[in-house]
């Protein structure tokens, strides 16, 4: 049996939204992580290395992964554009793709600052 392939017309669409769905992911990550953190004061994460609690490492660390994630939608978008046959649409797609993937990753350098800034559960 075959698998499916995914096609331009689903690959497209998941591509526009990867950079605010990466975001949120990350934004939910940030709470969860938080709230373990301080409800559970013996947990691990609330422990501390090399100055920082271990949660705002995960954070740190999570971050990272989606900025890179982030990119790699850019990749693949500029990649799927050049094998498309509508040039003007398959580059306003590579641009919006873009577009949201820099102002997702705004967003999560901006949720990222606070763990430099303030106590993670002050």
Excluded at 13 to 32: C, E, N, Q
Excluded at 72 to 79: E, K, S, V
Aim: hydrophobic share 60%; aromatic share 8%; glycine share 6%.
């Amino acid at each position: 049996m075959k698998t499916p392939v995914l096609t331009a017309f689903g690959r497209n669409p998941l591509l526009l939204i990867a950079g605010p769905m990466i975001w949120m992911v990350h934004f939910l990550g940030i709470y969860i992580v938080n709230a373990i953190a301080c409800a559970r004061p013996d947990s691990a994460l609330a422990m501390h290395a090399r100055g920082m609690p271990v949660s705002s490492w995960v954070i740190l660390a999570g971050s990272a992964a989606a900025l890179l994630a982030m990119g790699l939608t850019i990749r693949i978008a500029i990649r799927s554009a050049r094998h498309e046959d509508a040039p003007d649409a398959a580059r306003f797609r590579v641009w919006l793709t873009g577009a949201l993937c820099v102002l997702s990753a705004l967003a999560v350098a901006w949720q990222t600052v606070p763990i430099f800034l303030v106590a993670a559960c002050g």
